[in-house]
Structures are given as C-alpha cells and as structure tokens.
C-alpha cells in the first residue's frame, strides 16, 4: 500500500498505533491517542511515565520490521529525515505507514490539527486553539528586519586540521521556529555542499542529486564572518554542555555573542522536536533572543 503523505488520507481513527518518532509520540499522548499506541521506538522517552510497558521497536536506523507487524498496527508513524526510506517502503508494503516530514511551524500545526481530529477529545481540540493564538501572537509581534543574528550548531566535528560545525538553513523547521521567536539565521542562505572537502571550501562539489541540502557544516572562519549576535548551544542532537559553552567563548571571542554574554545552553527537542513541544518552545525560550 503506497505510503500516506497527510494524515487526512486514513478513512478511520487508528487504533493501533506504532510510532517511530518521539515527538509524534508525544504529540500522540498530548493530543488524546496515547491509549492506541503498541509501540515506540527505543527514542521515545517523553511523555514521561506514560511509555512503560509499550513495546520498543528498535532505533530511528534499525526498526525491527518483524517486531512491528506482529504488533499489528493498523498505522505506523515514521519521519523522513529520521527513519530509512528502505526500511520505511518495506514496512509500507504490509501496514499503513504515515511519513511527517514538517519543514515550517505551520506544517506542524497542521498536522497536529489532523491528529486531534483523529483523537475526538474536546480537551486535544481545546489545545490545539491556544497553540494556534500563541504561533498567531508571535507572528503579530515580529518586527520586518529586526530579527537578532543567530547562530546554532547541531553536530561538530573534524576534517584533518579544519574544525566544522553542521547547522541547518532557513528550509528547516528549527530555522522557521527561531525566526517566530525572534531570530535571525546566520546561514539561512547557506546550502550544504557534498563532500564534506566541498562544504569546507577545499574542493568541488558534486551535484546536489537527491542529498538533503539543508544542514551545511560551516568553519570557524566563517561562523566569525558572520559576526553572530548569539550563539544557543542545544543539549541534542549533539550533547552540547557547560564545557562547550566555554569552549565557544574562547574560539569565537571576536563575535558579538561572545563580547555580549550570548552563548546559551537550550534544552534541544524545544529546537528539533517537531510536535505538540512547539508549545513549550514558545513559552520556555521566549526571552533567548531578548538583549542584555
């Protein structure tokens, strides 16, 4: 059976339900369709205290197939960016599979509105009303421009003598969310380059194909070029902490950020976790690209 593109597309409410992405597992408890999951993957940890004795499945890159089908789901949920598209097509050929793949806060909304409709809980429908006014608010108060420069890493590693940093532009929902809080990305025009040589500015790139364009690695020099005005340091995907702070403050000490105190550790599934925690990150990071 081909794989659903929009929740819109099910005929019924789900009953059995294996998720393979923790923030649609959240967004599953939060929206009212907790009591029809089977099965999470070994990711999902929130919401907490609510996932004991739900089966686990397996990692975002090692789903075990046959665990799940003998679940007998009636819809999986799986992400493009998280779970192998193999693995995910195979699944697809004996189960109904729902693949997200959100790129804007809006596509977040309207996929959670689809999920509390699937839900039929008064309470999931209520939610969903104030998630709605809080984006809506926060777009009213964005001023055209005046956005503070920010940048984000997500990974980091090493190439010889070159340190990189990966980060993700304006194609992004972290990218869409930081700019309704008030930020401005530094990469937002940057595309990722292939190879890793290419992407560093020491050899050519091949042509972008079907590779996802949207996480470029950047060097040092050109996280300084861009003369950030902050520097947010989340705890995931990479597991950025006090000592990282430290560290950025000694290699980038010729950027606004630095000179203004602006290297923060955030929590990371506020900034990746494309679900119901929308709601949080409007409330918990509010004042991260506030002056002073």
């Keep these: 059976m081909p794989v659903l593109e929009s929740l819109t597309e099910l005929s019924h409410t789900p009953e059995r339900i294996v998720s393979l992405v923790p923030s649609m ?26 996932l004991e004795g739900i089966s686990r499945i397996g990692g975002p890159k090692t789903i075990d197939a046959a665990q799940i089908l003998a679940l007998h789901p009636d819809l ?10 193999e693995a995910v097509l195979a699944l697809a050929e004996k189960v109904q599979v729902w693949v997200s793949f959100p790129l804007t806060v809006q ?14 809980s008064q309470q999931a429908l209520m939610r969903m009303r104030l998630l709605e006014t809080a984006v809506e608010m926060a777009e009213e108060t964005l ?10 890493p997500i990974w980091q590693g090493q190439a010889g003598d070159t340190r990189w940093w990966m980060t993700f532009n304006q194609q992004s929902y972290s990218s869409d969310l930081l700019r309704l809080l008030g930020g401005a990305n530094c990469f937002a025009q940057r595309q990722r380059r292939n190879p890793l040589a290419a992407d560093l500015d020491a050899a050519v790139a091949v042509e972008p194909g079907t590779y996802d364009r949207r996480y470029p ?54 900034i990746t976790w494309c679900g119901t925690r929308l709601g949080l990150a409007l409330s918990e990071l509010a004042d991260v690209f506030r002056a002073g």
Excluded at 222 to 232: G, S, W, Y
Excluded at 235 to 261: G, H, L
């Design 76 to 85: 999986v949920i799986a992400n493009r960016e998280e779970n192998e598209r």
């Design 107 to 120: 596509d977040v909304l309207r996929d959670l509105w689809t999920l509390a409709y699937l839900g039929r």
């Design 217 to 270: 690695r950047v060097t040092k020099s050109e996280i300084i070029a861009a003369q950030p005005d902050a520097i947010l340091l989340p705890d995931e995907p990479f597991a950025y902490s006090q000592r990282n702070v430290e560290e950025f403050r000694s290699i980038f000490a010729e950027t606004p950020a630095v000179k203004q105190s602006k290297v923060v550790l955030v929590d990371g599934s506020l």
């Design 25 to 50: 597992t959240e967004s599953l408890f939060d929206l009212g369709l907790g009591g029809a999951v089977v099965g999470v993957s070994d990711y999902c940890t929130r919401p907490e205290g609510k």
């Design 143 to 152: 001023e055209e421009g005046s956005g503070m420069r920010y940048f984000c």
